[in-house]
């Protein structure tokens, strides 16, 4: 198993947000993680990403115990995400967006920038290389030079994914990525995240929308912070409890 919860839980004053979820992720794999609004779906990706102390339970990560270290040094193992509001630099290019990624560890020193030196360049020519290399393999290679804010909401979200491949994730979780998309836009977001997989990127996908399921070769459903169910993303659909939680958020909404 790559990727283990053990009895994870999370409470919230009296809200038990997260409550003794116990899920797994084999390398490789594309794992949905579905449920209504306020689930906990979130909740458990900052837990696993350290970004929230957990209040019970273990995470295990490639064979080690990640269980109360901090998002630099669980990043620094290869667990990346992005965020449900994608935080983008608005004003800079797509190619930009995503080269100012590498440059969060940087390669050079100041004054290797200051005097332009050879390790300076050829830093910077590797970073420009595996920029386009990534926008190239997620189908954004074409508006490189747009600036972030002019994309339309599908692109700008598939953006926020390939910033997250700049730091060469080798488990990404991805916070709902179809969110608010048009058809043509979940299209392209799906095609971008199925080549992704390819690359051999594990990943875990946090979504609402049920159409994600298409994606996923396994799929955990949680409702108010329980696992309600898991298996093929067809016997998930068909599972009356799902259903249930489902039909059951709609009418709330
Ligand atoms: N920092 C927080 N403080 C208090 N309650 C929170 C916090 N974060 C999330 N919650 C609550 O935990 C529950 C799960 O939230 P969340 O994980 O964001 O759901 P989801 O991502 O599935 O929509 C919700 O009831 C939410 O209001
Ligand atoms: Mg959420």
Redesign the pocket.
């Known amino acids: 198993m790559f990727l283990e919860t053990k009895g994870l839980t999370k409470r919230?004053?009296g809200?038990t947000?997260v409550n003794q979820f116990d899920m797994y992720v084999n390398k490789g794999e594309i794992v949905g993680l579905i449920?209504?609004?306020?689930?906990?779906?979130?909740?458990?990706f900052n837990l696993i990403t350290g970004f929230?102390r957990l209040t019970k339970g273990q995470i295990i990560f490639d064979g080690k115990d990640i269980t109360g270290k901090k998002p630099h040094q669980i990043a620094g193992l290869g667990i990346v995400r992005t965020f449900?509001l994608n935080p983008l630099f608005a004003n800079f290019t797509v190619l930009q967006n995503v080269s100012a990624s590498f440059h969060l560890h940087p390669r050079s020193s100041l004054l290797d920038i200051y005097f332009n030196t050879k390790t300076y360049r050829r830093n910077e020519a590797y970073i420009l290389e595996q920029s386009l290399e990534i926008l190239g393999l997620v189908g954004l290679d074409k508006v490189k030079d747009e600036l972030a804010k002019n994309l339309p909401h599908g692109y700008q979200k598939m953006l926020g994914i390939a910033r997250a491949l700049a730091v060469k994730p080798k488990l990404l979780l991805l916070d709902e990525p179809i969110a608010g998309m048009n058809p043509d836009e979940i299209d392209f977001t799906m095609a971008g995240i199925r080549k992704t997989r390819k690359q051999g990127t594990t990943i875990v996908v946090?979504e609402?929308n049920m159409q994600i399921m298409d994606l996923c070769d396994r799929v955990v459903v949680?409702n108010f912070?329980h696992k309600i169910a898991e298996g093929l993303p067809k016997e998930v659909t068909e599972n009356k409890e799902v259903i249930q939680a489902y039909l059951g958020s709609e009418h709330a909404a």
């Open positions: 919230f004053g809200l947000a449920g209504p609004n306020g689930a906990g779906k979130t909740t458990l929230i449900q946090v609402h949680i912070g």
